[in-house]
């Protein structure tokens, strides 16, 4: 059974929901231990002084902010005391918005909120405004020691907060080189609408994708445990040479014509044809 990280309330207005908060997604990565090649013995780091090269014990250590080039301001954890913000142990919501008004670059973690047994329904009563306002609630919440701006949001009978970046966090695509908005050729136009509807579905199954990568690290990973023969590298397919863009338009949509036919004979439905029924109805 999952274990709630924080234990708080929801508060707007007048009204409190008293909530638990758990973790919505987790990592699934493989961690490494870095080791000595020929004993295996695990790698450590000694934390060594960059003036006078000695090793340096956790008593020793402060934290310091450099301002300038060499030059620190030295923090103790009395200082940092001193700023840290209010474990008001709440979900302080502050305003609602329409979620198409938000960017999704200022998303940024999700967690679930789950109502204690004297908030379901004030909970629910909030989940249910929000799904028929199409609306977010925009909130202040102090998690462990650190202050988010948060959005709660109604996802699959939930209500989930996640976190948000705050503004000056986000970089302006105006830093980049972008091209100019141009008009295009009407021929690559089309050519480029035809290869979106061919690979287009009707909905995302997310359990269709899984990390490759992962899969065939652990695979030999496992392998080399039971001693067995590890499977060969695959090669990578050979790119492509053709350079005019309406020749790899041609070719990209010739080939999604493929996967999807293979893929409609391995169903016995016909995924455009599905397509097109379903939006004739």
């Known amino acids: 059974m999952a274990h709630a990280i924080w234990s708080g309330a929801i508060n707007f207005g007048l009204v409190t929901i008293p909530v638990k908060l758990f973790t919505a997604v987790k990592t699934d990565d493989l961690s490494f231990n870095l ?3 020929k004993d295996d013995g695990r790698i450590k780091y000694d934390r060594v002084c960059s003036v006078d090269g000695k090793p340096v014990p956790w008593d020793e250590i402060v934290k310091g902010y450099e301002y300038e080039k060499g030059q620190y301001v030295l923090l103790t954890d009395e200082d940092f005391a001193k700023v840290n913000p209010e474990a008001t142990q709440s979900v302080d919501i502050v305003e609602f918005v329409e ?3 938000i960017s999704p670059m200022f998303f940024d973690k999700p967690y679930y909120l789950e109502p204690t047994k004297q908030g379901r329904h004030a909970y629910a ?7 028929e306002s199409n609306r977010v609630a ?4 102090v998690i462990r020691t650190k202050e988010y701006i948060a959005a709660v949001k109604p996802i699959d009978g939930a209500l989930v907060l996640e976190l948000m970046h705050w503004a000056n966090e986000i970089v302006a695509s105006e830093t980049l080189e972008l091209p100019k908005s141009e008009e295009l050729p009407e021929k690559e136009m089309q050519m480029a ?3 979106i509807e ?3 579905v009707d909905e995302f199954e997310p359990e269709k994708f899984t990390n490759k990568y992962r899969d065939e690290l652990m695979t030999m990973i496992e392998a080399r445990a039971a001693g067995k023969e590890l499977p060969k590298a695959k090669k990578a397919p050979a790119r492509s040479k053709v350079v005019n863009l309406m020749d790899v338009l041609a070719k990209s949509l010739e080939e999604s014509k493929k996967r999807r036919t293979a893929a409609s004979a391995g169903n016995g439905k016909p995924a455009a044809a599905k397509r097109r029924k379903k939006t004739a109805a």
């Open 198 to 200: 061919t690979m287009s």
């Open 193 to 195: 609408r035809m290869l």
């Open 99 to 101: 979620l198409d008004k």
């Open 35 to 37: 080791l000595h090649k």
């Open 125 to 131: 009563l909030l989940r249910e405004a929000l799904a």
């Open 138 to 141: 925009i909130a202040r919440v």
